[in-house]
């Protein structure tokens, strides 16, 4: 679902394994990969819930990174079947503001022409309808890449397992 400050979406996994064995995995890695980013703190982990918080102005310095332009947001891991389904909200709100900032300075005397006004706000509105569907985009891809390491590491160390078992 798209909102004015963010967007949120649903994203199905299909997993060669129950998803139930590696959701606390998943959401650990997640977790753990949020962290790493100096830009993102207060990061909140719990076996199926990843909460997180941007700081202010971190999309200035830190380029095409798929959480700079994200205020907040929360992800939430499940398993249905053979299914790993992962629910998030991101939030945009400095994006917003700076955007709302830049229509109105549109309205200032820089700008005489109402033709020139039209121009500027429908590019600035269609940079920010962009950003809001290219993060989407760039995560749904990031969390299945995720999904798919985690599935891997987990079946790597169940072959570890049997062949110490067979060893043993």
Do not use: C
């Amino acid at each position: 679902m798209f909102y004015l400050i963010g967007t949120s979406d649903t994203v199905a996994i299909p997993s060669i394994i129950p998803p139930s064995a590696f959701v606390p995995d998943f959401t650990r890695k997640l977790a753990n990969y949020l962290k790493d980013i100096a830009y993102i703190h207060n990061v909140q982990h719990t076996e199926d819930t990843v909460k997180f918080s941007g700081s202010p102005f971190r999309f200035i310095w830190n380029g095409w990174n798929i959480f700079n332009p994200v205020s907040h947001g929360i992800f939430t891991a499940s398993a249905t079947g053979s299914v790993l389904t992962v629910e998030y909200k991101i939030f945009s709100i400095e994006f917003l503001i700076y955007s709302i900032i830049f229509s109105i300075i549109v309205f200032s005397p820089l700008f005489s022409s109402l033709m020139l006004k039209i121009v500027y706000l429908l590019i600035i509105w269609s940079l920010y309808i962009f950003h809001i569907f290219w993060v989407r985009y760039r995560l749904n891809k990031f969390l299945k890449r995720l999904a798919a390491r985690v599935v891997e590491e987990y079946m790597d160390s169940l072959r570890k397992l049997e062949e110490e078992n067979a060893l043993g």
